[in-house]
């Protein structure tokens, strides 16, 4: 396994524009997580996954971002309605029930 | 609430030792985690100590734990240019849950020639 895997690595797309990110986990990880990091800061925790279930979103930064996790396996989270304000780098990381989490390359996100 | 402080910027010359300092809030933490990043890349996990420690040494890495002080530090001994990065310290969430990482915002480390 060559670790946690993320696409695109980067998009740019015009405000107002939906976009979907994809995460593909080690594979004998349980737990999937979502966070955002912008310029200058530490990632943000965004949402996790225990297999298929979402156990917390309360922490997604308004409706218009959602993830899903349909199978168990890879993840993705949509941002509807762009604004210039999500450009950021989203970064997906997997854990196993215990252990410590492994983070993906990321998806720099501009929005134009 | 959680917060995780550091040094914004570290600046050493080459061969020396590097010391990277970290304050984080919650004192039922069972683990802390230290992570390094490269520009315009993900997350690479260092190293990690549990709270019972207050040592732990990896190669060039010595993690240092005071609980009572809630200071957790990163020595990187005979620091060489590839260890030019972001690195952070994270904490898990409040209670040990499975929540996701509270991080600092990252000390940049400069390496001076």
């Known amino acids: 396994d060559t670790g946690v895997s993320q696409n695109p690595r980067h998009k740019i797309t015009k405000r107002g524009q939906n976009v979907t990110f994809r995460c593909d986990p080690i594979?004998?990880?349980?737990?999937l997580y979502w966070y955002r990091q912008t310029l200058g800061q530490g990632p943000e925790f965004l949402t996790y996954?225990?297999?298929?279930?979402?156990?917390?979103k309360s922490r997604l930064l308004s409706d218009r971002f959602s993830a899903e996790r349909p199978k168990g396996s890879f993840s993705t989270l949509e941002i509807q309605r762009t604004e210039q304000g999500d450009s950021a780098m989203y970064l997906c990381?997997?854990?196993?029930?215990?252990?410590?989490?492994?983070f993906g390359p990321g998806t720099r996100l501009t929005v134009t | 609430g959680e917060d995780v402080e550091q040094s914004l910027f570290l600046s050493v010359r080459e061969g020396d030792s590097s010391v990277i300092n970290c304050t984080y809030t919650?004192?039922?933490?069972?683990?802390l985690y230290w992570y390094k990043q490269e520009p315009g890349a993900g997350l690479q996990l260092l190293t990690y100590?549990?709270?019972?420690?207050d040592m732990k040494q990896d190669q060039r890495l010595t993690v240092l734990l005071n609980k009572k002080d809630k200071h957790l530090s990163l020595r990187i001994a005979d620091t060489q240019t590839g260890d030019s990065a972001i690195y952070f310290c994270?904490?898990?969430?409040?209670?040990?849950?499975?929540?996701?990482?509270?991080f600092g915002k990252g000390t940049h480390l400069i390496i001076q020639p």
């Open positions: 100590i549990f709270s019972n420690m």
């Open positions: 994270a904490e898990p969430p409040s209670g040990g849950g499975a929540d996701g990482l509270t």
């Open positions: 996954f225990q297999n298929e279930a979402q156990l917390e």
């Open positions: 919650d004192s039922s933490s069972t683990y």
């Open positions: 594979s004998e990880h349980n737990r």
């Open positions: 990381a997997s854990s196993s029930l215990a252990g410590e989490q492994y």
